[in-house]
């Protein structure tokens, strides 16, 4: 609409100058008055423009920003049982580190903390959200600075972070795996050896690396936190109850 009008007053200003009936002062008069009408036709034109694209950006900003507030929930409630779980090794470990020379593992204790002395952990983050809205250029719609910069701080920092201690732990747990696969032997059709072998010295020098995962859980615990800053932000940007 604004195209018409801008091409219908220019017309008329074609016209107004070719009229040889008007005097030139009367040309200015209507040839200014035109021109002002189609400076205003073109800012409001450009203006609305801006705000319907404003307007679809800050959909995309709000549909994303809900969506990551899920995806985060989801992932809270997952670290938190990840954390139960190095807990969990942590004991288990520790039990074995802490056995005397000459002394003997119980098999009870050890079967307590075989689910978590022979499994391993990690994150699985729900970040196919934020990369597609990343990678679509659209992060810097984000009008909350602090928001924004919270939300990169998560996945290009904290959860990288955790991830590469996380990763670093499971190495060495695999080599507890590989020492017990190979010497691991049957006593009798229903017990093994896995007793004796756990209190050798090279094993023992294995569980030592893995009875203190600090750098694991402190890590868990900062992307714990920054998901929570961040839920709330985005509670707060839209007026929603936690």
Request: include cysteine; hydrophobic fraction near 40%; charge should be negative.
């Amino acid at each position: 609409m604004a195209e018409d009008e801008v091409v219908k007053h220019t017309k008329k200003i074609y016209n107004i100058w070719t009229n040889h009936e008007v005097s030139f002062w009367h040309k200015a008069k209507e040839f200014f008055v035109e021109v002002l009408i189609i400076v205003f036709a073109v800012t409001l034109s450009i203006w609305f423009h801006n705000w319907a694209e404003h307007t679809k950006q800050q959909e995309d900003v709000k549909e994303f920003l809900l969506g990551l507030k899920s995806d985060l929930q989801h992932d809270i409630a997952e670290m938190k049982g990840d954390k139960e779980s190095y807990l969990m090794q942590e004991a288990g470990f520790s039990y074995i580190t802490r056995v005397k020379m000459h002394q003997q593992l119980r098999i009870d204790s050890l079967n307590k903390y075989a689910n978590w002395l022979f499994n391993t952990t990690a994150l699985n983050p729900n970040n196919g959200r934020f990369e597609g809205f990343k990678s679509a250029g659209k992060i810097g719609f984000i009008e909350n600075r602090e928001l924004q910069n919270y939300i990169m701080d998560l996945y290009q920092e904290d959860i990288v972070a955790l991830l590469a201690s996380t990763a670093g732990y499971i190495e060495v747990k695999k080599q507890f795996f590989d020492y017990v696969r190979k010497n691991n032997k049957r006593v009798t059709d229903s017990t093994s050896n896995i007793a004796t072998i756990l209190v050798e010295d090279e094993c023992q020098n294995i569980c030592r690396s893995l009875n203190r995962p600090i750098q694991v859980l402190e890590r868990y615990d900062a992307c714990i936190s920054k998901m929570q800053i961040i839920i709330t932000e985005i509670d707060k940007e839209y007026y929603l109850k936690n």
